[in-house]
Structures are given as structure tokens and as C-alpha cells.
């Protein structure tokens, strides 16, 4: 069925500039898009490139479309999902935004990531202390693939019983 809605899509592309206009507004109000994802979506549904630049370029202008602002939300959104700073970062590079704009809707939440740390920590083991070595690093590399720095997870994983005591054990 996907390859149906490829064909068809590429059989009308986006030749003129209200078109692309129109399809880019659509995109942005689902939500937020990087101006990269925004390209590589119009692209793809064969839009020329000088359209897309005319069309990306005004829709900054008039402020529809900004990094910062789709920064902002992607790391709420990732912040909501328990991701650490390191892979949201990773992520919105992938995305194409660039890294003073990373900096900035990261530094936001500065002072929280020790705090979400700890809630990752605590949301999966429950206060339960390590069985052993290995079950203290399975728990530490749990929170690094989360995206949490080392200093982070060192954080969590001393404070997690004292900061955040489960109702349950109580």
C-alpha cells in the first residue's frame, strides 16, 4: 500500500510554488519540522529544488517555521519520553538544526537532567539497590543508552533511594 502512495505522490509533484507552500503548511501544522526534515519531506514529494528554497525560506521569515521553536519542542517531547541530553542532542543533529540552537533548548532544562536522571532510574528499578557489579552496570548502561552523561548517571544511581522514595516501600 506504501508503495502505491509513493507512486501516486511522485506522478503529481509539487510543480509550483503554492503547492509546496500549501503541502509545507499542512506538515507544519501536524507539527513542528526542522527546516532539513521540511526539504527532505517536499523533495520527496517531488518538489523542484528552487521551490523548496523560495517556499523553506519564506515560511522562516514570516516565523511559520524556526529551528529554535521545533528544538524547543523536540526536546520537551524526548524530556516527556525519559531521553538524556546526550541523545537528544545526537537526534536533533541528525535533524539538521544546528548546534547554538541544540545549545540553547538544551540549557533550558540545565538544572533538571540530574533530577530526570534519577526518575528514569527509579521509574524502571523501583529503589531496588544492585544485585552485584554486573546488575550496576546493566543499570548504568540502561541510563546511558537513555542518553544521560556519566556524571548524570553517577548521580542517579547514589541518590535514586534518597531523593525519590517509592510510596510502596514505605
Known sequence: MARR???KRLKNPLKTEYAARETALGLLA????SRRELVLKLRARGCPDSIITQVVDALSEEGIQSDAKFAESFV???IDRGAGPVRIRAELTVRGVEDAVIEMALAEYEDWWRDL???AYQKRYHGEPPENF?????RANFLQSRGFT????RYAMEHADQEHPDPEHE
Open 150 to 153: 556519566h556524571e548524570q548517571i
Open 5 to 7: 502512495w509513493r507512486r
Open 30 to 33: 501536524r507539527r513542528e519540522h
Open 134 to 138: 554486573n546488575d550496576k552496570a546493566r
Open 76 to 78: 520537551r517531547s524526548r
Open 117 to 119: 536522571a534519577v526518575e
